[in-house]
């Protein structure tokens, strides 16, 4: 068996190849478990470099244009002395204010931290806010470093992570729910539920708006599915319509005449909710 | 309807898809279109249609990227997206314009000739066309899309994972 000529499979899935070697190839790919994987990482690649092409499609007229901007030397110097200027007058009005107050005024590193992170001082509500009030840069941690700037509040993720799961958990009659199942998958794994998480609960009016994650959700699947062959086989998505029964099903072999033309459709469907009922579902697997 | 309507009703679309696609910035691919298309109307004899207007329209990006007369640059998708920010959730618009500027990224990353023939190709142009248009031998078209295709999707998912994890740093 010749060893897998990677331009010509993509040739022969884009329908380029004369008959006779579009036969060739197609007997390789049948009978030889190479040929056969490489034919499924090509289809994977042409769905995935096609979807890539497609997200460049939101693209607006008289965009910003940034490539070209000179390098600002001076900010340089401003952030610097912006920070330094924050941490000597914050701590000379809280030092007025309150006597009370430790004031600490960092040595370095900490000017430099703060320099490299904080953008201009005019443009930081944020920074803008310690300025006035003079008490958050000059505040000491127990360990006498800069308190860390404050990350979103965790109690959201949560919430939303609740709600996914809660999602997952809610019965369906028109398929099994698939709680266990998504667990045992990489659909769930946690960490990319709360990352999943906080989309949907973005946009809970909107199906398409699940798309993104959707498409996330195909690409690991997908992943996974190289490593655990039985898991893309059993892995079905069902169509939200009421009155339809398509299932697509991707198993090796299916896989490869639907990829491409069930991308779409997939991403749709996986994580669309109509009813606010995820329409992610998976059944047990075919035998095959 | 004149050839003039014609041609202009079967490929104006695409070809500022393309273009569009190609260079980040739909005026300048609207514009670029319309010299097209311009030229096109001068051309006495057009054998094959699609194929001649695309690659007059890149030998038009080529030479105007050549000149460097407009400086033209790379797109800041995340302040271009504000357009839609009425009409979507914000976090959904955030999401798409990460999902826009890695895909813009990625395939600023590969070489101008893979970048060209897997545009092409998605605006459904065959071998035949692309070769033409890029001026290789329409055997290597297959080897070049599959270059291509690779690079691009393995580029978007390394960038997509790279913000997956700063994500999930930033929520840990």
Redesign the interface.
Known sequence: MPHPDEGLIHAWLDGELEPSEASRVEALVATDPVWSAAAAEARGLIAASSRVVNALDRVPANVVPAAHRKPRRASWWLSRVAALLVVVVGASIVSRRDPTVQTVIPTSPAPKAVAMTAPPVASSPAVSEKMKTGIALVTPTASGAQAPAPRAASPTLAAAENRVTALLDAPSREAVPLKKTVEDSVVARREQLQGRALQLSAAPAAPRAARPAAHAALGEIREDAAKSAAAERCFVARAPKADSTAIVRLGPTALADSIRAGWEFLADSLLARPNGRPMLHQVPCPVR | VTDADRLFREYHQPLV?YL??RL????WA?EVAQETFVRALRQKTIVSERSWLFAVANNLVRDEARRSAR???????L???A??AEQ?????TM???Q??A???S??DGIAERDRQA??L??EGL??GEIAEILGIEKS???????????R??ES??AL?DAR?RR??N??S
Not at chain 2, 140 to 150: K, N
């Open positions: 898809r569009t696609r980040g910035d739909r005026d609207e400086e033209r640059r790379h797109l800041q998708l302040a271009a997206e357009r839609d979507e959730a914000p976090a959904l999401e798409r314009a999902e826009s890695d895909a813009r990625a395939l897997l545009l190709k998605e065959d071998y290597s078209v297959g080897t070049t899309l599959s270059r291509a295709r690779r691009l999707a978007f998912e997509q997956r994500e999930q930033a929520a």
